[in-house]
């Protein structure tokens, strides 16, 4: 069957099936004369990638709505029927996005259309308590309702284990091989939400499970006492993007100590728009610039963001002219190894089979950190899942102790109470370490100058091409095929000394769609198509003698690979 084939029979299933209501037939029969937009609807289903099922908003296979999602949830309750276990139960949250509680109670009435229990929040809470709510309640599922930081018109659906960690590869593709199943949407079991409050199959969840959250993020703090000696000299500006984070991270905040902490007054509701910045991503400096703003008025020490569903937590802090310097996700996860590792040590609290975790296209400057203090490190896959994975294996086995997991992308986990990136805990605990250093006379700047003169000045960047619809997805292919099909022998007059193709199932890792280069002087470079959104990534970095060395080294290997990237485009 051709594309084009496939395309023409699902829209005109879609328009003729008698379980879609008018609304929705109305919107794909405006679409009829625009056979590129047809087919971006529903040239594929929606995959799932490193963030589960997320698309754009719409009516078709290829977007998110009521439909792909009661689809899915049909398919993952077959799933956890098809283990035999009797009285399952599921955990359902969401955040501030166009639809997301609607798709929530939509989960929650199919789910219990299948004689599955769901607990689902009452209100918008942050994902990492859905992955600690799972484990909480005892639950076999979760799902979370969220595109994380996706622009506005893009909505999610993330899918975790009794675990409480997103689904891994091989669970991932059980449920799809159901999802495919789900042949009809008459197909799809639902229940009213009257009924299935009356069976005892809705349960709405809230107060009780965020002071258990609290207690388990605050557990993790190892300096409370001198953050309340020292509250009164230290002001904390947080803005949660619009997003879920608010109550969260204030709470915990409050919890340790910290008395002074404003938030962006303009961005403190939920808006699904995200009507302040260009993208709710505490990845990119323009959504701290009204943090900024309130930080220079007040004096501030810190700034902390967090995107819309709260997992990752971007920080903003002083260099030595007094200006707010944006720190990368590879530098806040290096700070906070060395606090963390640091502290246990000086405590001897420090476990001798202590591991520290982080992914693959993550810097090297936090591993040689932990190593420094005698943690063994380990390296996953993009994908905190992958994380957690073997957070539970260590559970399980008693082969390590888990100290901490980071990603490049902003996303941090310490503790063993959630199997997901969580940035109320990364925003406890990089104000933490802001307020111990500051005790010392220290800002978080001058840690990271130390921790580049004791360990080297690592430099990573990331450069990322946004490629949609499917020519785009056909781009995409044509640069992995380019490299992975021509790797070059050297670059820039240095040999490549090693490369890795993550489609070989390397390490013992699942096979995933990614080319690593690493260069005789032990710099490397990365491609990988993201898994939620319509982009390549392409990761660098660098380790020099000095900070302009190592700028000077990055800009050439940047130049290098972007130009041969961008002839595909």
Not at 368 to 374: K, L, P, Q, S
């Amino acid at each position: 069957m051709t594309i084009q084939t496939r395309v023409q029979e699902q829209y005109e299933l879609w328009v003729n099936d008698p379980a879609i209501d008018e609304a929705t037939k109305a919107e794909l029969r405006g679409i009829a004369g625009d056979p590129k937009e047809v087919e971006d609807r529903f040239y594929r289903d929606l995959e799932f990638g490193t963030g589960g099922l997320r698309g754009v908003i719409g009516a078709g296979t290829n977007r998110i709505n009521a439909y792909t999602v009661a689809r899915a949830t049909q398919g993952l309750a077959q799933f956890l029927l098809s283990s035999g276990q009797s009285e399952l139960a599921a955990v359902i949250a969401y955040d501030s996005r166009n639809q997301s509680p609607e798709f929530a109670l939509e989960t929650a009435k199919v789910l219990a259309g299948n004689g599955i229990k769901a607990y689902v929040f009452e209100s918008l809470r942050p994902t990492p308590e859905l992955s600690f709510a799972v484990r909480y309640l005892k639950a076999d599922a979760g799902v979370v309702v969220t595109a994380s930081h996706n622009p506005p018109e893009y909505n999610g659906y993330k899918v975790y284990g009794s675990d409480g960690g997103q689904l891994v590869p091989d669970q991932a593709e059980q449920v799809i091989a159901e999802i495919r199943g789900v042949q009809s949407f008459a197909d799809v079991k639902r229940l009213s939400r009257a009924d299935a409050e009356a069976k005892g199959l809705l349960e709405w969840i809230g107060k009780d499970v965020d002071a258990a959250f609290l207690k388990a993020v605050t557990s993790v703090s190892l300096n409370a006492e001198l953050v309340r000696r020292t509250s009164d000299d230290f002001k904390i500006v947080y803005t949660p993007l619009h997003g879920a984070g608010n109550l969260s991270v204030r709470a915990a905040l409050g919890a340790i100590g910290f008395e002074q902490v404003k938030v962006v007054a303009e961005q403190e509701q939920p808006d699904a728009r995200f009507s302040t910045v260009k993208s709710p991503n505490p990845e990119e400096k323009d959504a701290f610039a009204l943090a900024i703003r309130d930080a220079k008025a007040w004096d501030a020490d810190i700034i902390i963001g967090t995107d819309p569903d709260c997992d990752r937590m971007g920080a903003v802090v002083k260099d030595p002219d007094g200006e707010y310097f944006v720190l990368t996700g590879n530098q806040s996860g290096a700070i906070m190894v060395d606090y963390l590792l640091g502290n246990l040590r000086d405590r001897g609290e420090l476990p001798d089979n202590g591991v520290v975790i982080k992914t693959i296209v993550t810097s090297e400057m936090g591993a040689v950190i932990a190593e420094h203090y005698g943690a063994k490190v380990l390296n996953t896959l993009t994908g905190f899942k992958y994380i957690g994975e073997k957070m539970t294996l260590f559970d399980r086995t008693g082969e390590a102790t888990y100290l901490f997991g980071y990603e490049e992308s902003y996303g941090y986990l310490a503790g063993n109470y959630a199997r997901d990136k969580d940035a109320v805990v990364a925003s406890m605990l990089i104000c933490e370490a802001a307020a111990y250093y500051k005790s010392k006379g220290k800002t978080l700047y001058d840690v990271l100058q130390e921790l580049y003169e004791r360990h080297g000045y690592f430099l990573e960047k990331l450069e990322s091409r946004t490629l949609k619809g499917k020519d785009g997805v056909e781009k995409i292919g044509a640069i992995m095929e380019d490299w992975r099909g021509a790797p070059p022998a050297e670059l820039n007059g240095l040999k490549v000394a090693k490369v890795e193709d993550f489609t070989q199932g390397l390490y013992g890792l699942p096979v995933e769609n990614v080319l690593k280069y690493t260069l005789e002087d032990d710099s490397w470079f990365c491609l990988r198509p993201s898994g939620t959104e319509p982009k390549i990534k392409v990761y660098f970095a660098v380790r020099g003698s000095s900070a302009t060395g190592a700028a000077s080294a990055i800009d050439r290997l940047v130049q290098s690979v972007m130009t041969r990237v961008d002839q595909h485009n």
